[in-house]
């Protein structure tokens, strides 16, 4: 069965600094994509970045990326020139489609707190 | 812009009643999803569904259940609440195989209290 483990429950940084949140998810699949959502205080969850498993460049969006280390089963990612904004919880998912149905699997989330 | 609603933002009700959580989506999804998101667990898969009338279980579908009569809307049902299904329930929908990103549009959340 597929796992998804955040291992920071919460996190800080300071404005305009650089912070890394973790992910690592066991599959024994070849091909499935992972992505991250952030979550704001009492707004909808939405969708910062996605990779798919068989591309081997990091995906990138603006001051979001991330290190996709397919053989360590790792996806961490990185958010350049932190602002209040990011402040959210960010959930790490694995997403697998197999003859029409799907596996979405979401990590416990890591609380980030972008300190003025 | 895709649009998730859901029908209320918070809502408490008593131990045995039959509950419904309302989802609509404006974008022509195929695919709808109902989550429990509960504090260090992250979010649980429900059910979801590939088309109407189409569902299948996620990871914790007991004492819960689903209906999908029109492509834009996707209901939850609690058959007769309990104070373990206090959460926040998140309504989701995707586009299904071979159009757009499987990107998940998530609506507002529920926030569901069983007394």
């Known amino acids: 069965a597929q796992t998804v483990t955040q291992s920071q429950p919460e996190m800080s940084v300071q404005e305009a600094e650089t912070v890394t949140l973790s992910c690592t998810y066991d599959?024994?699949?070849?091909?499935?994509?992972l992505f991250w959502y952030k979550q704001p205080p009492s707004r909808q969850m939405i969708l910062v970045i996605r990779q798919e498993a068989y591309k081997q460049q990091n995906a990138t969006e603006n001051r979001f990326s991330v290190n996709f280390q397919k053989a360590a089963k790792s996806f961490s990612l990185k958010i350049s020139d932190s602002q209040l904004g990011d402040t959210a919880m960010y959930f790490c998912a694995f997403m697998k489609r197999s003859s029409g149905t799907y596996k979405y699997i979401f990590g416990t989330g890591t609380r980030l707190k972008v300190l003025a | 812009d895709v649009k998730v609603t859901q029908s209320s933002r918070y809502l408490v009700k008593r131990t045995g009643e039959k509950v419904f959580l309302e989802c609509v989506q404006d974008m022509d999804h195929e695919n709808m999803f109902w989550y429990r998101q509960d504090p260090g667990l992250g979010l649980r898969l429900i059910y979801f569904?590939?088309?109407?009338?189409?569902?299948e279980k996620g990871d914790i579908p007991e004492g819960y259940s689903v209906s999908r009569e029109k492509k834009e809307r996707f209901s939850l049902i609690l058959e007769s609440a309990s104070t373990n299904q206090t959460s926040m329930y998140l309504c989701?929908?995707?586009f299904g195989q071979g159009r757009g990103t499987d990107t998940q549009y998530f609506g507002p959340g529920t926030r569901l209290t069983v007394l």
């Open positions: 989701a929908s995707s």
């Open positions: 599959t024994s699949e070849s091909n499935y994509y």
């Open positions: 569904s590939y088309d109407v009338k189409m569902k």
